[in-house]
């Protein structure tokens, strides 16, 4: 066939036609074969946008005739193109030289030549192949004219025939012309195509070509050549054909579900595949971005679906990508029936036969009786679904769509899924029958949200701990576990460290006071304030939280401004402003992220006042420019826990802006002193804020917090001896509980021993690094998209192939049933890993716990292969 066109080339876009009827017609004919000629012939002659149209309806082999899918298949990849002269000059154009000045090689014919652009083969002077994307003349000006003519119809139809009138078709039509325009201008799609490489760029089995930027412009687009085996001919592909449509649906669900930009178009003339069984996305010409808000709306209406909760699963679709008429309102119940009875229909008694065309249908159907429909957004999103299904279906007719989304559902869910959490309880029962039978008797009367009930990550399998000590914990059940918990980090020195053991006991006896002076108090400030260069007072309370708290009130007090700026992803304890953005929901663009509540509950001015900022994006620091009137201080994590990554730049940076509008610059140490060194991340980086949070290790292990820093701002809290000023001008601290004199005597205990053993510091960072290397070394001989992030005792841990960036976009990536099932692994390779993504050692590890950790580690990720838990 490319030869048919090689020889077209001299007869123009019209002789293409012709040789393109001419190939097809060799084929032998019948009378479906000829109409689909027909139609062919059609939409060539009208130009791009009903090229386009054919393109897509290539990929319906659902709905079309085999002879019609064939026919209209060439246009995919075998529209006419340009005559060789007039290519020569268009490239020339562009490069405003001659081309030999850029290409050391250029073909002058086209490897493809679709509805917009032709694709070129060349050599840059450096070596590299390329392939040279090419506008063809007069496309960007016929695209303009065809949808533009093609408006003019539709509005006229729209006023003629009033039973079509509810489909607003005018305000679709322009829906669609919108994301039709932008696909001649090739610096869009670049910008698209460098985003997805990007999110693609350490994916195991996914390959974008990367763009070449210096040789981008309007009508031309020159990126890597990546060689394939076309779509078109997945047959001849060396790979099963199961696993290869497997791998088409998994990276449209990642794209998705995952990334939030998606390639807008993939049918086969878009996709290539290696003899690997590697699936290369070309064609960037047409993305479909989701929210994350949209983004949310698809996987929890899935996740409904999978547990077969339909209700729910109606009410979240309908929320989240449905435009409800006057009708939808007026009789939702009926509404809801209709719905949840094709949910049902599909999802549960089809699930077999799954059809996306078929369910799609069903739904419009619905829709349209109750004079709604899709959102624009979920418009693209169907097509998507439709077109990658569709060839997916193509390569693989048996395919089972709906069970490999519904892995990807429970992928995406922090839970494990019912037949793994079933193959756990079996085992688990045998291993500590004990746990589970008091987590069992725990639920008629407890909840515990920090443990058993969490609530993100809820732990099924959880220990109940008879005896800690060291770098162990004991179960019921005679099981010892190394802890990697650490109880979310007080236990830096391990559990029952002497030191500290014989200091609570000496406490205990001298009687416990609290509310009334005592010498502990004084010596624990005293040595808090020694550990940090860039503080001057301390008040003490009984947890990270209040720590926050105290410090936010403070600044408030301080400026008489109430807004704060914090980052998204970090979490700053339980209270409503800790939990704004920073974690699991996100909402707004990346680079501008909106505030989002962390939980029920929450008062909706906290959220409003919350200026959320991206760590490491030190062009976002503007936004606290832009908002320096109202904002009371900004707070941060300087080395996030979540995803433990240290940004001394950007920290320099926010320091400096900070200090230049005059706003407070708060650090959440509550993890990190005292653990990333002696005194915390700021001593590490010399980068000082004005408050610093403390908790966790300064308390020995019980309940204890502090804020501490600049005397003007501590001194905020201190009254001044006249309480008609104090109501006015300062700031009340409390706490019954707060410095009382065990909590003080445990955490002097804990702090001394860290002050007089320096050791400690690089025995735990040279322990990390250990550590870190021999689980990033399983991983990597097992080639698992796994991301592990260690400093300084703690560890990051993600089933990703996403490299370091924003944390919701790390987040995005993660295959969370993973993650979670890893703890139980672990579990039962005695190694107690708490179900979250991070976890962090002590220094009563010694190198053997570690090889242990290592070699369990080892043995769940080879159990967790053979039980599929990643898509290979
Ligand atoms: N800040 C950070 C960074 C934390 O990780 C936590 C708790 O994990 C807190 C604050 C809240 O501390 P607490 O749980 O002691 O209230």
Same mark, same amino acid.
């Given at each position: ?16 036609? $012709?040789?393109?009827? %001419?190939?097809?017609? %060799?084929?032998?004919?019948? *009378? ?9 012939? &059609? +939409? ?6 009903? !090229? ?53 090689? &250029? ?105 070449? *930027? ?25 790979? *099963?054909?199961?696993? +290869? ?32 069984? $590697?699936?290369? @996305? ?13 983004? /949310? ?12 909760? /339909? ?42 036969? /799954? ?46 769509? /709906? ?23 079996? $085992? ?28 993100? &990550? ?57 509310? !009334? ?100 994006? !030190?062009?976002? +620091? ?38 230049? @509008? ?24 010399? !980068?000082?804020?004005? @408050? ?8 020995? %292990?019980? *309940? ?27 700031? &009340? ?71 370091? %960036?924003?944390?919701? $976009? ?63």
């Amino acid at each position: 066939m490319l030869g048919h066109l090689t020889k077209a080339a001299g007869y123009g876009l019209l002789g293409g036609v $012709e040789y393109l009827l %001419g190939a097809i017609r %060799g084929r032998g004919r019948g *009378p479906e074969q000829r109409r689909a000629e027909v139609v062919l012939a &059609f +939409l060539l002659r009208m130009g791009p946008i009903y !090229i386009k149209i054919g393109q897509i309806a290539a990929t319906r082999s659902d709905l079309l005739p085999e002879s019609w899918v064939q026919t209209l298949r060439v246009l995919q990849d075998q529209a006419p193109h340009m005559p060789v002269d007039q290519t020569r000059r268009a490239i020339e154009r562009e490069l405003g030289a001659a081309l030999e000045a850029t290409f050391v090689s &250029f073909d002058p014919t086209p490897i493809a030549s679709a509805s917009v652009a032709q694709v070129h083969v060349a050599e840059l002077s450096d070596g590299r192949k390329v392939a040279v994307k090419l506008v063809k003349d007069a496309v960007p000006e016929q695209l303009e004219q065809s949808l533009r003519a093609l408006a003019t119809l539709v509005r006229l139809v729209h006023l003629a025939v009033p039973p079509v009138r509810n489909l607003n078709l005018p305000k679709r039509f322009e829906e669609l012309a919108r994301l039709l325009r932008p696909q001649a201008d090739m610096t869009h799609e670049a910008d698209r195509q460098q985003r997805i490489y990007a999110n693609f760029r350490a994916h195991p089995f996914v390959k974008v070509p990367a763009v070449v *930027p210096e040789l981008v412009t309007r009508r031309m687009l020159v990126m890597e050549y990546m060689d394939g085996i076309p779509g078109k001919h997945a047959d001849t592909v060396p790979f *099963p054909r199961a696993r +290869l449509a497997q791998r088409l649906q998994d990276v449209i669900y990642t794209m998705l579900y995952m990334h939030g930009i998606c390639h807008g178009d993939p049918h086969p003339g878009n996709v290539m595949f290696t003899e690997a069984g $590697e699936v290369v @996305l070309v064609d960037y010409g047409v993305t479909v971005e989701l929210s994350e808000d949209e983004k /949310w709306g698809l996987s929890s209406f899935y996740y409904a679906c999978s547990r077969k909760e /339909w209700e729910i699963a109606t009410d979240r679709f309908t929320r989240h990508f449905v435009i409800a008429g006057k009708p939808l309102h007026q009789r939702r119940s009926a509404y809801d029936a209709q719905m949840i009875e094709i949910l049902r229909h599909h999802f549960d008694l089809s699930t077999n036969r /799954w059809s996306t065309v078929a369910f799609f249908n069903d739904v419009n159907a619905v829709l349209r009786q109750y004079d709604s429909r899709y959102t624009t957004n979920f418009t693209k999103v169907e097509l998507v679904f439709l077109s990658g299904e569709g060839f997916a279906t193509q390569i693989d007719p048996d395919i089972d769509i /709906w069970s490999n989304a519904r892995n990807f559902t429970d992928r995406y869910s922090p839970y494990v899924s019912t037949e793994v959490a079933q193959r756990f309880e079996a $085992e688990f029962t045998l291993q500590m029958p004990t746990s589970l039978g008091l987590r069992d008797r725990a639920r008629s009367s407890l909840v515990a949200p920090t443990h058993i009930d969490r609530y993100f &990550f809820p732990s099924g399998f959880p220990v109940f701990v008879k005896e800690a000590a060291g770098g162990s914990i004991k179960d019921f059940d005679g099981n010892e576990y190394i802890d990697l918990s650490g109880g979310y980090g007080p236990h830096l020195l391990g559990y029952a460290h002497p030191a500290i053991t014989s200091a609570i006991t000496a406490g205990v006896d001298r009687g416990l006071v609290n509310g !009334i002076g005592h010498v502990a108090e004084i010596e624990l400030a005293e040595l808090l304030v020694d550990a940090f260069p860039a503080a001057d007072k301390a008040i003490l309370c009984n947890s990270g939280t209040e720590a926050i708290l105290f410090a936010l009130r403070i600044c408030r007090g301080y400026r008489r401004r109430t807004a704060v700026a914090k980052f998204e992803g970090h979490y700053h304890g339980f209270a409503d402003q800790g939990m704004v953005s920073s974690w699991f929901r996100f909402s707004g663009d990346r680079h501008h992220p909106e505030p989002v509540a962390g939980t029920l509950g929450t008062d909706p001015a906290t959220v409003a006042g919350t200026v959320v900022l991206q760590y490491g994006d !030190i062009g976002g +620091l503007d936004r606290l420019r832009a908002h320096a009137d109202e904002l009371a201080c900004v707070i941060l994590e300087p080395m996030p826990t979540s995803v433990v990554a240290l940004d001394l730049e950007f920290l320099t940076e926010l320091r400096r802006v900070c200090t230049e @509008l005059d706003i407070p610059l708060v650090f959440d140490e509550v993890v990190s002193g005292f653990r990333a060194a002696y005194g915390g991340v700021q001593v590490l980086a010399d !980068i000082h804020p004005d @408050l610093t949070c403390l908790g966790k290790v300064i308390g020995g %292990g019980l *309940p204890c917090g502090a804020v501490i820093g600049k005397q003007a701002l501590i001194d905020m809290a201190k009254s001044s001896q006249d309480p008609f000023n104090d109501y006015e001008n300062k700031v &009340f601290a409390g706490g019954t509980l707060s410095g009382n004199s065990l909590t003080c005597t445990a955490g002097l205990a804990a702090v001394r021993h860290l002050g007089t053993h320096p050791e400690i510091y690089p025995m735990l960072d040279a322990n990390t690094a250990r550590l870190a290397e021999a689980m990033r070394e399983a991983v990597r001989q097992r080639e698992l998209a796994c991301r592990i992030n260690a400093r300084n005792s703690m560890f990051s841990l993600n089933f990703s192939h996403r490299e370091a %960036g924003l944390y919701r $976009e790390r987040m995005a990536g993660s295959n969370f049933k993973a993650t979670i099932a890893l703890a139980y692994y672990m579990r039962k390779h005695q190694v107690y890993l708490p179900e979250l993504h991070g976890f962090l050692i002590s220094a009563a590890h010694s190198i053997e716990d570690l090889d242990q950790v290592a070699h369990a580690f080892e043995k769940s990720l080879d159990e967790m292969l053979a039980d599929q838990l990643f898509v290979t």
